[in-house]
């Protein structure tokens, strides 16, 4: 072995010794903390998201920040198993992209426990068996998650946190050949995301919607003429071949999820705020539901109308703001919002995300 190589891999082994120490310290550490807060509650959104910022901001390189961000959420994750194993609800079967949503943000010590519907993740973490869901809220491709955004209005549970997933969608199948799919099985949402690629590349083939790409895949396993569209996590979770790749007609294709669960978040230092509020049936009723928020100068990011299904063409709106429902400005536009408001619910202020 050449003395150059040698004498790098014993500076790599005496950092790796110092890393094992020092993850260790922080174990500990975070153990203590945990006896000393006295709480049950060992998921504290807003810390984790200050540890990251700070981490990702001090972040000298090479490593890009993603990188080191991926690194601290599974330390944080271990660290956290130590008071509690949490598991969070998702939509399945495994190999979703909410899956792999909740394992970007809790981490790999934190168990994905497969729901088979949107309703399901609800209904599962309303009961008080799991902890919190991850749920899809909007993809920047194909819009909003209708069936999150008519669960969220009538539940109890809060948003306290959201994910950014890059969603990259891929044709799985047993086939060896794209010629030899006779039919394509996929989340509504999905098909849609690949509409333009589908339509030059499989014109003839047979799209066929169903609860999720994972699902997809996992029907596109029992036959030899099926293909699914879905992530790679499916490809492996039940042995396809990847036939094509990337094949979502946005290449900046992003699905937005919302962490669910019954608390209250306190302030990270850069939050958003989101709310649902309903407008009178009168001239100039929308521009008043809005003019407090640009009165305090509080910025809104997102406005998306729904059916109320309270009557015939009458609708509520889901708003996300910048800012937590704490902050004075954010809180005094809301005060003034429902003065004018047929109905307003607060859904959750969380913090933004990080990656």
Not at 306 to 330: C, K, M, N, T
Not at 338 to 344: H, T
């Amino acid at each position: 072995m050449p003395d150059d190589l040698k004498k790098f891999r014993v500076q790599i082994d005496a950092i790796d010794d110092q890393l094992l120490q020092l993850f260790n310290d922080r174990a500990a550490l975070a153990k203590d903390v945990g006896k000393t807060k006295g709480s049950a509650v060992v998921y504290r959104p807003e810390r984790e998201a200050q540890v990251l910022r700070r981490l990702t901001g001090n972040n000298p390189g090479p490593l890009p920040a993603q990188t080191i961000a991926h690194l601290f959420v599974e330390l944080i994750s271990a660290c956290r198993a130590q008071e509690d194993l949490l598991s969070v609800a998702c939509l399945g079967p495994r190999g979703t992209f909410s899956e792999e949503a909740a394992g970007k943000h809790f981490g790999a010590q934190a168990p994905a426990v497969m729901c088979a519907s949107i309703d399901d993740v609800f209904r599962t973490v309303e009961s008080g068996s799991v902890g919190y869901g991850v749920v899809p809220v909007e993809n920047s491709t194909d819009g909003a998650v209708g069936r999150t955004m008519d669960l969220l209005l009538v539940t109890p549970l809060k948003m306290c946190g959201e994910i950014l997933l890059p969603v990259h969608q891929n044709v799985l199948s047993k086939a060896t050949t794209l010629e030899s799919i006779k039919r394509i099985y996929s989340h509504a949402q999905s098909l849609a995301q690949c509409n333009a690629w589908l339509t030059q590349n499989l014109p003839a083939v047979e799209r066929i919607p169903v609860a999720s790409n994972a699902e997809a895949a996992r029907l596109a396993a029992a036959e030899n003429d099926a293909g699914a569209i879905a992530g790679r996590a499916a490809a492996e979770h039940y042995d396809l071949s990847t036939l094509a790749t990337s094949i979502e007609d946005n290449p900046n294709n992003t699905t937005r999820f919302a962490v669910i669960a019954a608390q209250e978040i306190s302030p990270s230092g850069r939050d958003k705020t989101s709310f649902v509020m309903s407008s009178q049936n009168r001239p100039g009723a929308m521009f008043d539901l809005l003019k407090p928020l640009a009165a305090h100068q509080v910025s809104m990011t997102r406005l998306e109308s729904r059916p109320s299904r309270a009557g015939l063409w009458e609708y509520v709106f889901f708003v996300d703001v910048e800012g937590h429902q704490s902050d004075i400005p954010v809180q005094t536009a809301l005060s003034e919002i429902r003065e004018n408001a047929g109905f307003v619910k607060v859904l959750g202020s969380y913090p933004v995300a990080v990656f």
